[in-house]
């Protein structure tokens, strides 16, 4: 499934549940508000109780709440209708942060960010639309892969759309230190298969041995002539077009382990955290792009848990 289909298969799996319906159906977007928990400002118990700190993946499903929501010019309240800077007000306020009422107001908040290339989900898109006047008149959320979430225009409702070309770009969010992965291990790692090569690679690369240790048991079982149904290669499962990008003989251990090493500090360094780097080593950098986190795939989902374990247990 390709990213616009994975994105259309999202959009209606939300919509079915939120989308807006007519005052004769089902009592139109209000009962729908009610039973998703949503109340006049749009906080839900879980957001209103937690206290938690925005992040990139808490304002992009934050936002998504929202979709099916009908624009209304002026709108600040989800169960009559939300306009551009309406909705945007309200998802980082939701989240703990406050910004100005007007979509030109917010253009002026927050950091700039140079360009599209360099936006990351939950960055404030901004563009002027209108011909009759100069300035900033319309605002979304971006979502990643050109995508942002927006209330668009009178007859329509809050949706995904693509981005386009954004005549500013503003970064709200608050810094956020990034979890590193662990020191690189100088252990032997006790009696797994390749340990001296995992020390190396974790050594040359700057990340954690175990870690090393635990994806080659997860995606092989250490078995350095392993190929899967879909195609992947080796002890470390590269699929042939990944391991020609990194230069890696997939079904050589060392040049294997080395690239792995190589591939899963870059992914640290993009994302900012071990949990994220497996989850894309997995699925895909992509796939965690547009979900701005871990994907909601039980596979994925369930590979970062089994990696994550067996890491500990091998230190």
């Not at 190396?200 to 250490?222: I, T, W, Y």
Request: net charge neutral.
């Amino acid at each position: 499934m390709d990213g616009v289909m994975q994105v259309q298969s999202r959009i209606s799996e939300i919509q079915s549940r939120f989308v807006y319906r007519t005052p004769a159906a089902s009592g139109g977007w209000a009962s729908a508000a009610a039973a998703a928990g949503l109340d006049g400002t749009g906080a839900t118990s879980a957001y209103a109780s937690s206290g938690a700190t925005a992040s990139e993946g808490a304002v992009v499903a934050e936002a998504q709440k929202f979709l099916g929501v009908p624009y209304l010019w002026g709108g600040t309240d989800p169960t009559k209708g939300l306009d551009c800077s309406g909705f945007t007000q309200l998802v980082f306020g939701n989240l703990g942060i406050d910004l100005p009422r007007t979509s030109s107001q917010q253009a002026t908040t927050g950091k700039p960010v140079a360009s599209l290339a360099e936006a990351r989900p939950g960055d404030l898109v901004f563009f002027d639309h209108s011909s009759s006047r100069a300035g900033i008149d319309h605002v979304g959320i971006y979502v990643g892969d050109g995508k942002m979430v927006a209330a668009p225009q009178p007859g329509e409702a809050v949706k995904v759309q693509d981005v386009g070309t954004p005549a500013v770009i503003r970064r709200v969010l608050p810094q956020q230190t990034p979890t590193p992965m662990p020191a690189a291990s100088g252990s032997a790692l006790g009696g797994v298969p390749y340990a001296n090569l995992f020390t190396q690679a974790a050594n040359r690369h700057g990340v954690d041995a175990s870690l090393l240790a635990a994806v080659a048991s997860q995606e092989s079982s250490f078995d350095s002539q392993a190929v899967s149904p879909a195609g992947a290669q080796g002890l470390m499962q590269f699929m042939p077009a990944t391991a020609k990008g990194l230069g890696v003989n997939p079904l050589d251990p060392t040049s294997a382990i080395n690239g792995a090493a190589k591939y899963l500090s870059s992914l640290t360094k993009q994302f900012g955290s071990t949990e994220l780097a497996l989850a894309a080593y997995n699925a895909g950098p992509g796939t965690v792009s547009r979900y701005g986190g871990i994907p909601p795939y039980a596979e994925t989902q369930n590979y970062v848990r089994a990696v994550m374990t067996k890491a500990e247990a091998y230190r």
